[in-house]
């Protein structure tokens, strides 16, 4: 953002500072300078007045001139097309001494003498504006012949380049940054007041109609003007090639000087008699006549410029919401236009100041007049409210900053602060702060403005404090589930939390709701915040198994966010291929990973569980063989085989996955429990049960009548033949144990017994 100390100063007095301050003050509210350039236009070069130019006796581009230059008429030999009797001209005189180091003498050129210079732009110091000489006019305020030019506060004027971060879009104009030189030097904005120019009785709605679709989120505002003759101010020319902006047509000039001064977003058509405003092909808010004029705050048709220094024009000036623009051009890319940089970090939403700036141009450039009132459409706005307490302000800066200082610095940034009370702020966020969302920018706004190094300094305080906080336990508990998995075999892979949420929802996970989506992504193919870490497991294993890895086991534990972009963290574990490597005890051949073999490596990290049949909300598992995993009688996650169909696209061998919540984990103190001196027993109990029969089934009968003496039970077989029909036999293997003495038979077959009454009474099934 390049701005000028003159230009500044239309819109904040900057008396008495000068402009190193200026620049410092910059730098610690934030807006670095990257440069500064001061014009020094040498001395004995002056204003002065073309009275007489008449073309040179013996050369056909040179003019003889008589020029008033205050103190004398001189004859100076001219050679710029532009010069004409009646112009204001800037001179240098006998003895001027120009920045290339040219001395200015009295010469002859074909034989005619000239005392002096008639000077372009560039020939004293300045910007190029073009061929030519200087034209002077009353848009650099008042001057005398024979003034000299560095008295003038436009040609002795500071050129300041300011970087600014991509959230600061407010600040993308000159009135923006004058804002922030307000609040920092407590000096009020110049506001102008917004002047409806009505010359001619004939209303806008006369001549002129506007149809639009609704819910387009856009501002738009238009103004008619009947233009003549036209011309583009020496100042307008002057600042344009200072902020190095150039247009090909002189109403292009214009309104690309008042969109960089007002931060409103101009553009102008020649006057059609009506105009609608509806959603294109792309689903972008467009401006149309008898074809497309424009995409609101991208770009307009060349078609539909204006060219012509006279007749009726439309002067329009638009806003758009920049999250809506940034999200619109993410979804469908089209090419843009050199304002869409503006509207996608934030214009000005106050359109009728920058219409009215721009029609005073033109009202005191041209014989001009202006059609009565105005026509548009406003779309409608919820004002942003923020609070923000004295001691959450206090607290976060660490020091107390004066209530009413803070109040003065927020109404100067333009936050309505009429809503606060005696015990904070409530703050109105002005609409053209798109960063404003939370207290602590709020807060940030407050210590850029005192400045960071006017918030006293306190020492440290040094007390010892407890250390085991949640935070410790957290990274202790990912250490210790991390290393296990690191000692099971497992490698660890750590991804982005984006993702690509095409790939998401391919495989029917949720994603990211559209409000909370992200508005530009780094890539394409990390478009979103993953929801799952197995899509990210999948693609490593993939660049595996690519590489010639035969078995391939990876973990990670890491953030997921779900559709309203709240935070969890997962822990998921992937084995591809070979359980083992080739050697002379598998003869080369080693088994492929399975079911149980994976379940048995899940439960070496996270201890024991139990498998329940599950059926998961996602594509990627097979649909025979995935499981929910249940620890402490909770869910805390699944388990499952690739679908063969997913396998052979990410070119893998036989593959399974698991992905738990990691909050649900085991990490507590563990106890000792007493164990029984006396010796176990086993028996084993062969049921013949229907195939259709599920084995969570029996183990709840199992589980709801056993006493006190069953310390576990599990099966050990299943067999079938044609000789049991729709049955089969299980077989399940019960371990018994007393705290108080050794169990004798009786003991054991009273609970074996009472075991198999339940499951024939319950379940009608029985020994085999």
């Known amino acids: 953002m390049i701005v000028t100390r003159s230009w500044l100063s239309e819109w904040i007095n900057l008396d008495g500072i000068s402009t190193e301050d200026i620049c410092k003050t910059f730098n610690s509210i934030g807006l670095e300078v990257d440069s500064v350039k001061t014009y020094n236009v040498p001395p004995k070069i002056v204003f002065g007045r073309v009275l007489e130019c008449e073309k040179h006796p013996d050369a056909d581009k040179l003019s003889v001139c008589k020029v008033d230059i205050g103190t004398s008429i001189r004859q100076i030999v001219c050679g710029a097309s532009n010069v004409r009797e009646g112009i204001d001209v800037v001179v240098a005189t006998i003895g001027a001494v120009m920045p290339s180091g040219m001395a200015i003498k009295p010469v002859k050129l074909r034989g005619v003498e000239s005392e002096g210079m008639i000077c372009s732009s560039s020939e004293i110091g300045l910007e190029d504006i073009g061929k030519g000489i200087m034209e002077i006019d009353d848009s650099i305020g008042k001057y005398e012949l024979g003034q000299e030019v560095s008295t003038n506060h436009i040609f002795c004027d500071d050129v300041i380049e300011i970087e600014l971060t991509a959230n600061r879009g407010d600040c993308l104009s000159i009135r923006g940054v004058a804002r922030d030189l307000s609040a920092a030097y407590d000096r009020p904005i110049k506001e102008s007041a917004i002047n409806d120019k009505e010359d001619k009785k004939v209303g806008i709605g006369r001549i002129f109609s506007f149809k639009h679709d609704k819910d387009l989120n856009v501002n738009l505002e238009y103004k008619a003007v009947e233009l003549g003759s036209l011309s583009i101010p020496f100042i307008v020319k002057l600042r344009l090639a200072q902020i190095e902006e150039t247009r090909s047509t002189d109403i292009e000039s214009i309104l690309l000087y008042a969109t960089h001064s007002t931060g409103v977003i101009l553009r102008a058509y020649t006057l059609k008699d009506k105009i609608e405003l509806r959603k294109d092909e792309n689903g972008y808010a467009s401006v149309y006549a008898d074809e497309k004029l424009s995409i609101v705050g991208i770009i307009q048709e060349d078609s539909s410029k204006v060219t012509s220094l006279e007749g009726d024009i439309l002067i329009e000036a638009s806003y758009i919401p920049p999250e809506i623009i940034s999200k619109q051009m993410q979804e469908c890319k089209i090419p843009a236009g050199p304002m869409y940089y503006k509207t996608s970090r ?362 006190k003496e069953l310390i576990r039970f599990y099966p050990v077989d299943r067999y079938s033949d044609d000789s049991l029909g729709e049955n089969v036999s299980l077989s399940i293997r019960f371990m018994l144990r007393s705290d108080e003495k050794t169990l004798e038979e009786e003991d054991i077959t009273s609970t074996m017994d009472a075991i198999l009454e339940a499951l024939n009474s319950e379940l009608g099934i029985g020994l085999r």
Request: aromatic share 10%.
């Open 346 to 707: 934030g214009s000005e939403p106050e359109l009728g100041r920058g219409i009215s700036y721009v029609l005073d141009i033109i009202e005191k450039n041209s014989s001009s007049s202006f059609y009565g009132g105005t026509m548009g459409v406003n779309n409608s706005y919820s004002e942003k409210v923020v609070s923000v307490s004295h001691q959450d302000i206090d607290e976060i800066i660490g020091a107390k900053i004066d209530t009413q200082r803070i109040n003065k610095l927020l109404k100067n940034l333009g936050f309505n602060t009429s809503k606060s009370s005696s015990n904070g702020f409530v703050l109105v966020v002005p609409r053209f702060r798109h960063d404003i969302s939370n207290k602590q920018d709020i807060v940030e706004e407050i210590v850029r403005l005192v400045g960071i190094d006017n918030i006293p300094s306190k020492p440290f305080i040094l007390t010892e404090k407890n250390q085991l906080e949640d935070d410790y336990f957290n990274y202790k508990k990912k250490s210790i589930y991390r290393h296990k998995s690191a000692q099971s075999g497992f490698y660890e892979s750590i991804h982005f939390v984006f993702d690509e949420k095409k790939v998401l929802k391919k495989y029917g996970f949720k994603t990211i709701s559209d409000e909370q989506e992200i508005l530009n992504p780094i890539v394409n193919t990390l478009d979103t915040l993953r929801t799952t870490l197995l899509t990210g497991l999948l693609k490593s294993a993939s660049s595996n198994a690519k590489n010639g890895y035969a078995s391939i086991k990876l973990f990670e534990v890491g953030s997921v966010f779900d559709e309203n972009r709240d935070e969890s963290v997962k822990m998921a574990m992937l084995f591809s291929g070979d359980t083992t490597k080739e050697s002379l005890s598998n003869l080369g051949k080693p088994s492929k990973v399975d079911f149980a073999f994976f379940a048995q490596k899940v439960s070496d990290v996270i201890g024991s569980f139990e498998l329940k049949e599950f059926e998961t909300q996602h594509t990627l598992s097979h649909t025979y063989q995935s499981a929910s995993i249940i620890q402490n009688g909770e869910a805390i996650g699944e388990l499952f085989k690739l679908h063969p169909t997913v396998q052979k696209e990410y070119d893998l061998d036989d593959t399974f996955l698991c992905e738990l919540d990691f909050e649900k984990l085991q990490f507590a103190l563990k106890k000792a429990k007493p164990t029984s001196k006396y010796q176990a027993s086993f028996r084993d109990l062969s049921i013949i049960m229907p195939k259709s029969m599920k084995y969570e089934t029996i183990k709840e009968v199992i589980e709801k009548n056993a006493t």
